[in-house]
């Protein structure tokens, strides 16, 4: 069983690292397309589908930028007590609350699945704006994202699991994979 947890935990790990690390570039298409706004409404006529965009390539960004955020431990955290706790104490907290974060990801996904869903089956979902894109391609990308990051939650609590269990994987081979992207020239 620990093996089949290590082998998890290093798949979904390198593959949210991977598209992290792809998906980080993203904040350069986002101020691409708010400079090319600031220029339209400058020189020429004003784009419409300029906000819109930005909005949709921001949410592609915080959404699939999430499960490698979890994975490097750079989510936002209330560090007041627990900075003080022993290690595995940190992994039985840590266990516990990662369980509500996958049952939160659970209705997510579920939710966003039914409106991804809803967007394909009434041919093709649209904005109300003046552009009037279609919705089916951020609600792909939302869902993808979700799914992600329930992955990604499922792998850090098989970390806590196995540093319980006294099993090496955790806190040293999550050290190695933060030291490795530390040490990544694409950095």
């Known amino acids: 069983m620990t093996d089949a947890m290590k082998t998890y935990v290093r798949i979904v790990d390198r593959m949210n690292r991977w598209i992290g690390r792809i998906v980080m570039y993203g904040i350069f298409v986002m101020m691409g397309i708010l400079l090319w706004s600031s220029i339209s409404k400058t020189f020429f006529l004003p784009s419409l589908w300029t906000l819109e965009m930005a909005q949709f390539a921001m949410v592609a960004y915080y959404i699939l930028g999430g499960p490698y955020s ?20 940190k992994a039985q907290i840590d266990a516990m609350t990662v369980l509500f974060l996958i049952v939160y990801l659970v209705f997510l996904l579920w939710g966003g699945w039914a409106s991804l869903m809803y967007s394909f089956q009434y041919g093709g979902e649209r904005s109300p704006t ?58």
């Open 70 to 89: 979890i994975q490097m431990g750079s989510n936002v955290r209330m560090d007041l007590l627990y900075a003080e706790l022993s290690d595995r104490r």
């Open 130 to 187: 003046a552009w009037r894109p279609y919705l089916w391609p951020i609600k792909t990308i939302m869902v993808t994202g979700i799914f992600l990051m329930l992955l990604q939650a499922v792998s850090e609590l098989f970390k806590d699991i196995l540093r319980l269990t006294g099993h090496d994987m955790g806190q040293k081979d999550v050290d190695d994979t933060r030291l490795s992207a530390e040490e990544d020239p694409a950095a």
